[in-house]
């Protein structure tokens, strides 16, 4: 979960966004933020580092996301002002999350063992809609060992229509 301040800054930056009328556009930015700082610790460490200055952090910042809004631009330069560039990738997830309760979505995560196919897809979402009654934004996490069928977890629900669930639940009613 994000720090009370990060929280505080996605609030803001989303009234921002929707007050200028690019809240959508605000959102895939702070997505693609809190994506590729997640997966480039070379960037997290720049990011946190004391040994950078504020300023040259807020410059990279704004050419590694130069196609960004200028309402996530002014993000940077509020960090920069409040020194509080390390939690830049807390404040892009926490937007996501309250940019998804203002329009009622909600992520369904489906572990598969292969990548989903568009046809599977909208058969997962037609289960999914028994779960939650949001418009759901699928995200597909591929792993081999449930060997076949689907996990689907929306927020605190899961359905495991895995191979390996039935085959643990099978090996359970065998062995009593």
Known sequence: MGSRAAIRYAKAILE??????NATQVSEDMALIAKTIDENSELQSFIVSPDVKAE???????????ASQDTTKG??????ENKRFPILEQIA????ILFDEVNNREEAVVTTAFPITPELEAKVLEKAKVISSKELVLKNIVDPAIIGGFILR???KQL?????QSLTTLKRELSN
């Not at 993000?75 to 920069?80: A, V």
């Not at 495991?160 to 390996?164: D, T």
């Open 93 to 96: 997830v926490q937007f996501g």
């Open 56 to 66: 040259v952090k807020k410059s990279a910042l704004e050419e590694v996301f130069a």
């Open 75 to 80: 993000l940077f330069r509020l960090l920069l």
């Open 16 to 21: 921002t966004a929707q007050e200028a009328g």
């Open 154 to 156: 929306i927020g605190d």
């Open 160 to 164: 495991n229509a895995s191979v390996a």
